[in-house]
């Protein structure tokens, strides 16, 4: 199920959303006999959240672009993922958010910002495990931070530089499910790019 709402303002230029849900999965892959390795399908899983954003103008020189989410996941019945009632589901953060903003200063330069986080990502979901024992129990909370300035001597030519993880956070991208092997997320970065319209003709 699901219920959302949408807005307007500014004249029809930004759009704010927001919007509840829940899911119910049945029919999971769910273990009888530890003994026996027998299985059926009667697991149940429970998925439940929030979503906000933001897109569009806040003025004629001003984008923004923001989103948030909360996620709650839980086993409600059965032992799937090898979990019991009452674990939540692996890789599942409770909160991320994102937010890019950029500004014109003049018809030649634009410059924007912004930033990503996301909570943490548990790899040992069980309640009922003392994660002290553990290898790696959880992916911990991280954010980025990205700048951009952009330069168009005319209308055709586009020259951007985007730096990347601009605090050279030490963030850890991916875990395996054994918590032996992680991949670190990219260090700062600096890309810069070009581009270059061909008109047919004069534009409409």
């Known amino acids: 199920s699901e219920i959302g709402i949408k807005w307007e303002l500014l004249q029809r230029k930004l759009l704010l959303t927001a919007a509840a849900y829940r899911t119910e999965v049945e029919n999971e892959l769910t273990q009888l006999d530890p003994v026996t390795n027998t299985y059926s399908q009667l697991g149940r899983r429970q998925v439940q959240g929030l979503e906000l954003s933001a897109v569009g103008k806040l003025s004629a020189a001003w984008d923004v672009n923001f989103g948030l989410a909360t996620l709650d996941t839980k086993i409600k019945q059965g032992t799937t993922g090898n979990n019991s009632a009452g674990a939540a589901t692996r890789w599942s953060p409770e909160l991320t958010a994102t937010l890019w903003s950029s500004h014109a200063l003049n018809r030649h330069w ?53 730096l990347n993880n601009l605090t050279d956070e030490d963030y850890i991208s991916t875990l395996n499910n054994s918590g032996a092997r992680v991949s670190l997320g990219a260090p700062r970065t600096m890309v810069l790019s070009g581009e270059y319209r061909f008109w047919a003709g004069r534009p409409a």
Do not use: F, H
Not at 113 to 137: F, H, L, W
């Open 110 to 162: 634009k410059v924007g910002g912004g930033a990503r986080y996301v909570s943490e990502q548990k790899r040992v979901v069980d309640p009922s495990m003392n994660t002290a024992t553990q290898n790696m129990p959880s992916i911990p909370a991280y954010w980025v931070a990205d700048a951009m300035v952009q330069y168009s001597p005319d209308r055709n030519t586009t020259l951007r530089l985007n």
